[in-house]
């Protein structure tokens, strides 16, 4: 199908919670939404226009990491820089989307490495932060080999850490926190060229309702495209008045999957916690399927629904 990406075409044949998370990183790794990323979260591009990111700094086809998209045709990959780390004694680090960016004025086209993270659950059973740092390191040490050998270690790139975390406490919501490497003088005042230190950053990206503080620009976008409640129509216009995002039909088609499939894994959550309620209050207070469901107060016509699911169940 020409001119369609990988994931419109995979997502025909899918449309699960897993599809959902392949097609926000999808839509996420579009180049006007990347260069409005960086433009707000990496210092290297903050006096940048956006439409230089996209068109001049960022190389080549980000690279899109996610659960086969095309499992009835064996699956495709986006070309572009690879997203496995591989190592035999560290294991395989599989980024969700990664590419190089190039610096703005630098004599060399100096790059930079940037991992862009979409983190659904912020306590995933250990500090979120240091599995960005982690992920840092990886990117860092796997350049050996690859853009550097021996001990030319002063062709090292800086790399970033990108995490867009969509489910961020309260405390959290709407804020945009760096973690870097920084210089100290605990003796005296001696210096080194930043450049030699300031390898990694690590940017914690949490967004948040417009109910709260700072639900502007950068933040307001990401909460706008990946909003569960916000439709196709409201999207659309969102990005293209307020953020000059002129959607492609590729993007379009992108977004319509990705609400149309966050719309179904909603409703089956909500359908699964009707189902354990159910069983719940025959269990507890000896109630029939239908008395349960008449506690609940379900509609009348989604009770076949219940019963067929709880049937199956047992």
Same mark, same amino acid.
């Given at each position: 199908?020409?001119?369609?990406?990988?994931?419109?075409?995979?997502?025909?044949?899918?449309?699960?919670?897993?599809?959902?998370?392949?097609?926000? &990183?999808?839509?996420?790794?579009?180049?006007?939404?990347?260069?409005?990323?960086?433009?707000?979260?990496?210092? @290297?591009?903050?006096?940048?226009?956006?439409?230089?990111?996209?068109?001049?700094?960022? @190389?080549?086809?980000?690279?899109?990491?996610?659960?086969?998209?095309? !499992?009835?045709?064996?699956? /495709?990959?986006?070309?572009?820089?690879?997203?496995?780390?591989?190592?035999?004694?560290?294991?395989?680090?599989?980024?969700?989307?990664?590419?190089?960016?190039?610096?703005?004025?630098?004599?060399?086209?100096?790059?930079?490495?940037?991992?862009?993270?979409?983190?659904?659950?912020?306590? !995933?059973?250990?500090?979120?932060?240091?599995?960005?740092?982690?992920?840092?390191?990886?990117?860092?040490?796997?350049?050996?080999?690859?853009?550097? /050998?021996?001990?030319?270690? +002063?062709?090292?790139?800086?790399?970033?850490?990108?995490?867009?975390?969509?489910?961020?406490?309260?405390?959290?919501?709407?804020?945009?926190?760096?973690?870097?490497?920084?210089?100290?003088?605990?003796?005296?005042?001696?210096?080194? !060229?930043?450049?030699?230190?300031?390898?990694?950053?690590?940017?914690?990206?949490?967004?948040?309702?417009?109910?709260?503080?700072?639900?502007?620009?950068?933040?307001?976008?990401?909460?706008?495209?990946?909003?569960?409640?916000?439709?196709?129509?409201?999207?659309?216009?969102?990005?293209?008045?307020?953020?000059?995002?002129?959607? /492609?039909?590729?993007? +379009?088609?992108?977004?319509?999957?990705?609400?149309?499939?966050?719309?179904?894994?909603?409703?089956?959550?909500?359908?699964?916690?009707?189902?354990?309620?159910? &069983?719940?209050?025959?269990?507890?207070?000896?109630?029939?399927?239908?008395?349960?469901?008449?506690?609940?107060?379900? !509609?009348?016509?989604?009770?076949?629904?219940?019963?067929?699911?709880?049937?199956?169940?047992?």
């Amino acid at each position: 199908m020409d001119g369609e990406t990988t994931i419109a075409q995979g997502l025909h044949v899918t449309d699960d919670s897993g599809g959902y998370d392949a097609a926000c &990183k999808r839509v996420l790794s579009e180049k006007v939404i990347l260069a409005r990323i960086m433009k707000s979260c990496l210092e @290297e591009y903050k006096d940048c226009d956006v439409n230089d990111i996209a068109e001049k700094y960022i @190389e080549g086809q980000p690279q899109v990491s996610a659960v086969p998209v095309l !499992p009835d045709e064996g699956g /495709t990959i986006i070309s572009g820089m690879d997203t496995e780390d591989k190592s035999v004694r560290e294991g395989t680090v599989t980024y969700d989307i990664r590419f190089r960016g190039i610096v703005p004025g630098s004599e060399e086209g100096i790059a930079l490495i940037v991992n862009v993270e979409a983190q659904n659950d912020f306590y !995933p059973g250990y500090p979120l932060i240091k599995r960005g740092i982690y992920y840092c390191c990886r990117m860092i040490s796997s350049q050996h080999g690859r853009e550097f /050998t021996g001990s030319h270690y +002063e062709k090292i790139k800086k790399v970033y850490s990108i995490w867009i975390c969509m489910n961020p406490p309260k405390v959290r919501e709407n804020t945009i926190t760096r973690y870097r490497l920084l210089e100290e003088h605990l003796v005296g005042d001696a210096t080194e !060229p930043v450049r030699n230190y300031d390898l990694l950053s690590i940017i914690m990206l949490c967004l948040g309702g417009s109910d709260g503080e700072n639900y502007d620009g950068v933040l307001r976008m990401l909460d706008v495209l990946l909003s569960n409640e916000t439709s196709e129509a409201e999207k659309r216009k969102i990005l293209q008045d307020d953020y000059g995002i002129q959607m /492609t039909q590729t993007m +379009e088609r992108e977004v319509s999957v990705m609400c149309n499939l966050g719309k179904g894994v909603e409703e089956r959550g909500v359908a699964k916690g009707i189902l354990v309620s159910i &069983k719940n209050l025959m269990e507890t207070m000896n109630l029939t399927i239908e008395q349960a469901m008449t506690a609940l107060k379900v !509609p009348e016509n989604e009770r076949q629904k219940y019963m067929d699911m709880l049937e199956r169940q047992l």
